[in-house]
């Protein structure tokens, strides 16, 4: 893999897909040949132990399901390659929806255990996700591009960004409005933030920059979670041209107390002992050629639910109530970032998959792009790992890490009254130049038909970016 060292692969890799996990296999440390196993082959066996303990779980089976967790814990490990990081978060996601099904033991243990996620933590990783990787940035320049072209004659122009955490896509558009034809407008900017530390970085950055540019500029600070915001806090003025930008924060009002819903058990080849069947493979592999692999030994993972007949959603009270009031906002233009993927199934064993194949894009990305003792990419990694518990281990309003694919929030949007828009090709532009700034191949971009823009790590769609606005 480009940019690291790797163990030296084999030249056939082993399959894993005839062996089942008998009791008398429960009680012992681990299976003789764990520890004797090459790249490949030992990535090839963490994808089917964790997708067999993840149906184990799901099917109520918790012995069976530790006997696994003790396997995967000897390969697994938060500094090795890109799957044994992967695996090491999803282990301990596992492990705490194991706890889960111990309502005693999980009251008193849960609290205990519970690692909170500092804020300056937090942002250090998100910073450095922002910079490593150029999904953020693409999703800026391609929302600006957007904003910018809906405003263009508007001399009065007013943003909600409901996630007003970073100056970085602020500053960027500040620059870009400085150079309009005819002199820039009055901008004001409503930043929506839960901390107020973070919405008041943001605000002395953006006002030193706009009084750098000689740009008439408010910043109108709103301490507040999406789901408890007062419409009156964000203080929409009559005579102003509105936008409204999301990144990667509308899938957490998808939340719902869906507390008791069934988990479907999904078939799983059982697991062999490597020495008996082989698969010839590639050397060096990175998780997607593994996970594709998983197809080929017999394992094919469910279709999305998004795109299944039939095509019915989630309700989601809190979403439907705050899209409507965002339409009643009359925005020209809304753009929202969010996750492509499907990580709202009731099923849990269905999310695990789904974020298996996610994340594992995600994590070959830092692979190909840093060292593996990089402190930056382990804070990346870290926060990634919360999302993955959030996804795995939790149910209920405490899930919040809901993603949901395109196909989703078009039907969400277009039943709350808003209709697309188009991206230009401007804005593909812009995002394409950012994309080759990173040098790597494997990143792609996609202009799809319906005029959204598609962020993808090789074959694996990440991120989505999309514009609407409100049909009357």
């Not at 999406?226 to 957490?252: F, M, P, W, Y």
């Not at 998004?306 to 009359?330: C, D, K, Q, T």
Request: aromatic residues 6%; contains cysteine; negative net charge.
């Amino acid at each position: 893999m480009a940019g690291t060292s790797q163990e030296e692969g084999s030249s056939s890799v082993q399959c894993f897909s005839g062996m089942s996990l008998s009791p008398s296999a429960s009680g012992s440390p681990y299976l003789p040949w764990l520890r004797e196993l090459k790249s490949d082959e030992r990535g090839l066996c963490l994808i089917q132990f964790l997708l067999n303990c993840a149906n184990l779980i799901a099917a109520g089976k918790p012995d069976q399901a530790d006997a696994l967790l003790v396997h995967i814990s000897i390969l697994a490990s938060p500094d090795g390659d890109a799957m044994q990081r992967i695996a090491s978060y999803l282990a301990v996601a596992l492990s705490l929806r194991l706890l889960r099904s111990l309502p005693g033991v999980s009251r008193v243990l849960i609290p205990l255990c519970a690692v909170t996620f500092p804020l300056a933590e937090a942002v250090a990783a998100r910073r450095h996700f922002l910079d490593l990787c150029p999904f953020l940035h693409i999703a800026f320049a391609v929302s600006n591009w957007a904003i910018l072209e809906a405003m263009e004659e508007e001399k009065m122009i007013h943003i909600i960004d409901l996630n007003a955490s970073d100056p970085t896509q602020w500053i960027s558009l500040l620059q870009a409005l400085s150079k309009r034809p005819g002199g820039p407008p009055h901008l004001r900017i409503t930043g929506v933030h839960e901390h107020k530390e973070l919405l008041g970085h943001t605000a002395t950055c953006l006002n030193k920059e706009a009084e750098r540019l000689d740009i008439p500029f408010q910043f109108n600070p709103v301490v507040s979670r999406l789901d408890n915001l007062d419409i009156e806090s964000l203080r929409v003025k009559t005579g102003e041209a509105l936008a409204i930008n999301s990144v990667l924060q509308l899938h957490c009002l998808l939340a719902t107390n869906d507390e008791g819903r069934s988990s479907r058990i999904m078939p799983m080849p059982a697991i062999q002992n490597p020495n008996t069947t082989q698969l010839h493979g590639v050397n060096q592999a990175t998780l997607r050629e593994l996970l594709e692999r998983e197809v080929i030994n017999g394992y094919t993972p469910s279709p999305d639910s998004a795109l299944s007949p039939p095509f019915a959603l989630v309700p989601a009270p809190r979403m439907e109530s705050f899209l409507a009031v965002l339409w009643g906002l009359s925005p020209k233009v809304m753009v929202i970032t969010e996750q492509e993927s499907n990580h709202n199934s009731p099923m849990m064993n269905e999310r695990f998959t789904k974020a298996l194949y996610f994340y594992a894009a995600l994590f070959d990305c830092l692979e190909s792009t840093m060292p593996r003792n990089s402190v930056e990419r382990m804070r990346v990694e870290k926060l990634l790992g919360e999302e993955i518990k959030n996804i795995i281990a939790c149910e209920g309003l405490e899930r919040t890490e809901r993603h949901e694919k395109l196909e989703r929030w078009a039907q969400r949007l277009e039943l709350a009254g808003f209709s697309r828009v188009s991206l230009s090709y401007q804005g593909l532009l812009q995002a394409g130049m950012l994309l080759r700034n990173f040098n790597c191949e494997s990143y792609k971009l996609l202009n799809s038909d319906n005029g959204c823009i598609m962020m993808y790590w090789q074959d694996q769609p990440l991120f989505s970016v999309s514009a609407w606005g409100c049909r009357r």
